[in-house]
């Protein structure tokens, strides 16, 4: 597998939000997103196989595991490495754009499902029976720019009955949409969300890479 990197940090985002985590970040993705914060994991990353991986998340002896990209399904790989972490006792997220099927993912990984909003400009590549397949265990995320993208996320949020499915957070874009303008809106509609900061940016630069 083609890996960026690898490392131990805080949780930044999801129900899991500050716990400890290990992030197994997979080189590649398929998606070119507005805002993306990860392009450096669009090329390059080193060879490693799915046992190498294994022992260096085991070296940090942490219990919570996410692998994420890029687009960590865009690799063939990784519904076996998301496997057999699982099979090694770890509790496992898988962080997904949601443009690829999601349908090879082991029943225990923890789903969190990247809705892309139309300011993203990638609307048209998710993978919609993605959102369908979602469980109690997984989680929807939707990365907001504007008021149109929230007016649209509500709407998903409607025809998909994401609410009743799995926990959805509402994440602003870093520097671009106010998180008090955010709150204000979903306080006026009593959505029944969360919402979501990037916590990991609140404590490092917003920049630095491997936190």
Request: proline share 7%.
């Amino acid at each position: 597998m083609r890996v960026t990197e690898i490392f131990h940090s805080i949780q930044g985002e999801s129900t899991f939000a500050g716990r400890p985590c290990v992030f197994v970040r997979l080189t590649g993705c398929p998606l070119r997103c507005t805002w993306c914060d990860t392009e450096y994991a669009f090329f390059g990353g080193t060879e490693q196989s799915v046992d190498d991986i294994l022992d260096t998340v085991r070296s940090y002896g942490c219990p919570l595991v996410e692998v994420t990209g890029g687009e960590p399904l865009a690799q063939s790989e990784t519904p076996t490495l998301l496997r057999r972490l699982c099979e090694a006792g770890f509790t496992v997220l898988l962080e997904t754009s949601g443009a690829v099927d999601t349908s090879l993912v082991a029943p225990a990984v923890h789903i969190i499902l990247d809705v892309k909003c139309p300011g993203s400009g990638m609307t048209d590549r998710m993978h919609w029976p993605n959102l369908e397949r979602l469980r109690p265990h997984d989680e929807a995320k939707f990365v907001l720019q504007d008021r149109r993208d929230y007016d649209w996320a509500k709407g998903i949020l409607q025809q998909f009955h994401l609410a009743t499915r799995c926990p959805v957070h509402f994440s602003p874009v870093f520097g671009t949409l106010d998180p008090r303008q955010l709150a204000e809106w979903l306080l006026e509609d009593r959505l029944p969300i969360r919402l979501q900061l990037q916590l990991h940016k609140h404590i490092w630069a917003p920049d630095m890479r491997g936190v």
